[in-house]
């Protein structure tokens, strides 16, 4: 499976946007990319995903480069709830999928 | 939806007895998924069915462990006998299908500590 390289921790101010970004130059092709986000003492959440082009919801933005070898999850405006555990995750398109593998996620810590 | 539920939330035992986790996943969903995070080896996928079907248990650690799916709306992971490192938060997981673009539903966890 393509791997993917996060920072282990990034902070935040409460209300400012941030940036996440996830490395995966071996990123195939075929392979979505993911990010979940686990809060504490809970279990993992979808956030997002994309394949070539940039993506929009509720929660976040994905920012996908050109060469696809890298992304970026941005939240517009970080609240105290934002403060988890984020996971980037690469996942083939094929209609068999592969299985979600977590690395260790960046640790996000937002600031009052 | 009331979404992935998971029983018990917690459960601590000791050490030899038999441990048995509880799920029951989003209805229509086809596949379903048991995880197991701890501090040192993180978030790992232990085994996932198909329409109650294993499919790969290869995440599985060893023979003290089982799981069984009887019926679309319920599954079971069992440890016996149970060990001190046993001791982790367990995630069942459930999706309508298991390709590239699905999402992954996860329940709440239970926390397991074995004395």
């Known amino acids: 499976d393509a791997k993917t390289t996060q920072p282990n921790s990034m902070e935040s101010n409460e209300e400012e946007p941030v940036h996440l970004p996830c490395n995966h130059s071996?990123?195939?092709?075929?392979?979505?990319i993911h990010w979940y986000r686990q809060l504490p003492s809970q279990g993992p959440e979808y956030v997002i995903h994309?394949?070539?082009s940039n993506v929009n919801n509720r929660m976040a933005s994905l920012a996908i480069a050109e060469d696809r070898k890298s992304s970026t999850l941005i939240l517009h405006r970080a609240t105290l709830r934002d403060a988890a555990v984020y996971y980037c995750?690469?996942?083939?398109?094929?209609?068999?999928?592969?299985?979600?593998?977590f690395g260790a996620g960046t640790i996000l810590r937002v600031k009052s | 939806d009331a979404g992935v539920i998971q029983s018990p939330r917690h459960e601590v035992t000791e050490m030899g007895q038999e441990v048995t986790l509880r799920c029951k996943p989003i209805?229509?969903?086809?596949?379903l998924f048991w995880y197991r995070q701890t501090m040192m080896r993180g978030l790992e996928l232990l085994i996932y069915?198909?329409?109650?079907?294993?499919?790969?248990d290869s995440g599985m650690p060893e023979d003290r462990f089982s799981a069984k799916m009887p019926n679309a709306s319920f599954s079971t992971l069992k440890i016996q006998p149970s060990e001190p490192r046993d001791s982790a938060v367990y995630f069942c997981?459930?999706?309508?299908?298991?390709?590239?673009?699905?999402?992954?539903?996860f329940g709440p966890g239970t926390r397991l500590l074995v004395l």
């Open positions: 995750i690469l996942r083939d398109r094929s209609p068999y999928g592969n299985k979600l593998v």
């Open positions: 209805s229509g969903h086809d596949y």
């Open positions: 069915f198909n329409n109650n079907v294993p499919i790969d």
């Open positions: 994309g394949l070539t």
């Open positions: 997981a459930s999706s309508l299908k298991l390709g590239g673009a699905e999402t992954q539903y």
């Open positions: 071996t990123i195939s092709g075929t392979d979505y």
